[in-house]
Nanobody
Framework: QVQLVESGGGLVQAGGSLRLSCAAS????????MGWFRQAPGKEREFVAA???????YYGDSVKGRFFISRDNAKNTVYLQMNALKPEDTAVYYC????????????????WGQGTQVTVSS
């Protein structure tokens, strides 16, 4: 009932900015918590940010103050604004949706996008 497609990834220099988008299909989008996770080669999946249906946001420690999550329920879209990018931000970024949950626990998310690559050069 929820399908997610990420976009907006690419190659940027350290210190630059990038905005990711996650387009969702499904009539219940507004009732889901939405999250962003990332995974780099040789690294564990890492929580990046999450936002509730009402707009309450949460962030992983490594991105606080630099990344900002938002959602537009009318457009069925969630965004991740990434600023002051660092090489260690390089990863595949995944959008995910969780019914009745907003937080960092990946296993609570039932729907996942295909991922979009973000590469930050030094």
């Amino acid at each position: 009932q929820v399908q997610l497609v990420e976009s907006g990834g690419g190659l940027v220099q350290a210190g630059g900015s990038l905005r990711l988008s996650c387009a969702a299909s499904g009539r219940t989008f507004s009732t889901y918590g939405m999250g962003w996770f990332r995974q780099a080669p040789g690294k564990e999946r890492e929580f990046v940010a999450a936002i509730s249906w009402s707009g309450t946001a949460y962030y992983g420690d490594s991105v606080k103050g630099r990344f900002f999550i938002s959602r537009d329920n009318a457009k069925n879209t969630v965004y991740l604004q990434m600023n002051a990018l660092k090489p260690e931000d390089t990863a595949v970024y995944y959008c995910a949706a969780a019914p009745a949950y907003t937080g960092s626990l990946y296993y609570r998310y039932e729907h996942w996008g295909q991922g979009t690559q973000v590469t930050v050069s030094s």
